[in-house]
């Protein structure tokens, strides 16, 4: 009876041991598949080098990930986690329009900072690489919360006001627009929130 004990827990040890091994071994593909986009870009990331990187071999890669959505979405939902979005609910909470406006730019371009290469290799080869729609999906969520956000509470912007608060709004909060003043226009972040929310402020007024 307790050699039979002594099996079963065996067993389950060994399982354990077996299940963490392949936790740990999924995170670090996906770890270096995540790098890889963040450095060539998800266009000229090949599975061979993603397998290179996380130290395994190319069918280890295909075992945790059959397909390459598969792998999209585990790198999207970890760097999503390892670089949370700004809080939009805490800029809804700030009553006054310009205030808010201010506060949600500096706040988003520096995240912005953060995040810039990745951003500019997922956005450059989001239209090369089919997987990348489904993974752009909480970030094109997220877009619109901030510039929903953004657009609220202006009191001059009635009837057909309200959309060009919507469209500055929309266009503020984009990447490419920050990327624009910040790299293209050399500005710092202070300017470029400063000429962002110049924009919004005078679409609502």
Same mark, same amino acid.
């Given at each position: 009876?307790?050699?039979? *004990?002594?099996?079963?827990?065996?067993?389950?040890?060994?399982?354990?041991?077996?299940?963490? &091994?392949?936790?740990?071994?999924?995170?670090? *593909?996906?770890?270096?598949?995540?790098?890889?986009?963040?450095? #060539? $870009?998800?266009?000229? &990331?090949? *599975?061979?080098?993603?397998?290179?990187?996380? $130290?395994?071999?190319?069918?280890?890669? %295909?075992?945790?990930?059959?397909?390459?959505?598969?792998?999209? @979405?585990?790198?999207?939902?970890?760097?999503?986690?390892? /670089?949370?979005?700004?809080?939009?609910?805490?800029?809804? @909470?700030?009553?006054?329009?310009?205030?808010?406006?201010?506060?949600?730019?500096?706040?988003? %371009?520096? %995240? %912005?900072?953060? !995040?810039?290469?990745?951003?500019?290799? #997922?956005?450059?080869?989001? $239209?090369? #690489?089919?997987? +990348? $729609?489904?993974?752009?999906?909480?970030?094109?969520?997220? +877009?619109?919360?901030?510039? /929903? @956000?953004?657009?609220?509470?202006?009191?001059?912007?009635?009837?057909?006001?309200?959309? #060009?608060?919507?469209?500055?709004?929309?266009?503020?909060?984009?990447?490419? !627009?920050?990327?624009?003043?910040?790299?293209?226009?050399?500005?710092?972040?202070?300017?470029?929130?400063? +000429?962002?929310?110049?924009?919004?402020?005078?679409?609502?007024?």
């Amino acid at each position: 009876m307790s050699s039979e *004990i002594h099996s079963r827990g065996k067993r389950r040890y060994e399982l354990r041991k077996r299940a963490e &091994t392949m936790a740990a071994t999924r995170q670090r *593909i996906t770890e270096a598949a995540m790098e890889l986009h963040g450095t #060539v $870009g998800p266009a000229r &990331t090949t *599975i061979t080098a993603v397998a290179e990187r996380a $130290g395994v071999q190319r069918h280890t890669v %295909y075992r945790h990930f059959p397909a390459e959505d598969d792998l999209f @979405a585990a790198c999207s939902g970890h760097f999503l986690a390892t /670089n949370p979005f700004p809080d939009v609910e805490a800029w809804s @909470a700030i009553a006054d329009p310009e205030q808010r406006v201010a506060e949600a730019l500096d706040e988003l %371009y520096a %995240y %912005y900072e953060r !995040t810039e290469a990745m951003f500019s290799n #997922v956005l450059r080869d989001e $239209g090369l #690489v089919t997987s +990348l $729609g489904p993974a752009m999906v909480p970030v094109r969520a997220f +877009l619109e919360r901030a510039a /929903n @956000a953004l657009a609220a509470g202006w009191p001059q912007a009635r009837g057909g006001r309200r959309r #060009v608060v919507a469209a500055a709004a929309r266009h503020v909060v984009d990447f490419r !627009t920050w990327h624009s003043l910040a790299r293209g226009g050399g500005v710092s972040r202070a300017q470029a929130v400063e +000429l962002a929310s110049a924009m919004v402020q005078r679409a609502g007024s």
